[in-house]
């Protein structure tokens, strides 16, 4: 099994999205996240990867959210089973320095990044953090 981990990233009632290059997934949007390295927690790996994929560190996490989604991907001939844990974070940065990784990315209102998101198990990730958000924020 593959695991990766990222963000849903939050400022202002915003949600930040990233436009995937891959020739895989050409114009594919979703959440900053990538694959775990050893010794890494599920924390830490969202974390190098949300500053590696968009500049951003300063963030704050929303305690008790971590949802996770499971598919398939081909790895050459193979199907692997790929797990993505997404945690929920408020940021006050707005600046977005695109990682090569990226062909576009940027603030999206909680309705338009539900339509700007590629795959409906993205969408089931943001609907549960936009609800929790609202449920949570101080």
């Known amino acids: 099994m593959e ?3 990222g963000v849903v990233l939050i400022n202002s009632g915003r949600v ?3 436009q995937h290059t891959s020739r895989k997934s050409e114009g594919h949007w979703d959440f900053p996240k990538g694959h ?3 010794g890494e927690t599920e924390v830490e790996t969202a974390l190098r990867e949300l500053k590696e994929e968009t500049g951003i560190s300063n963030i704050e996490f929303l305690k008790d959210f971590r949802k996770t989604i499971a598919y398939k991907v081909s790895l050459g001939n ?5 797990e993505v844990v997404f945690f929920l974070a408020t940021t006050s940065a707005n600046k977005v320095n ?3 990784e ?3 990315g940027g603030w999206f209102d909680f309705e338009s990044a539900l ?3 590629t795959y409906n198990n993205a969408c089931s990730i943001l609907q549960n953090a936009i609800e ?3 449920n949570n924020r101080v």
Not at 78 to 82: A, D, V
């Open 98 to 100: 695109l990682s090569h």
């Open 115 to 117: 339509k700007r998101l």
């Open 132 to 134: 929790f958000y609202r």
């Open 102 to 104: 990226h062909a576009d």
């Open 36 to 38: 775990m390295e050893e």
């Open 78 to 82: 193979r199907k692997i089973r790929k």
């Open 3 to 5: 695991r990766s981990c």
């Open 16 to 18: 930040l999205l990233l």
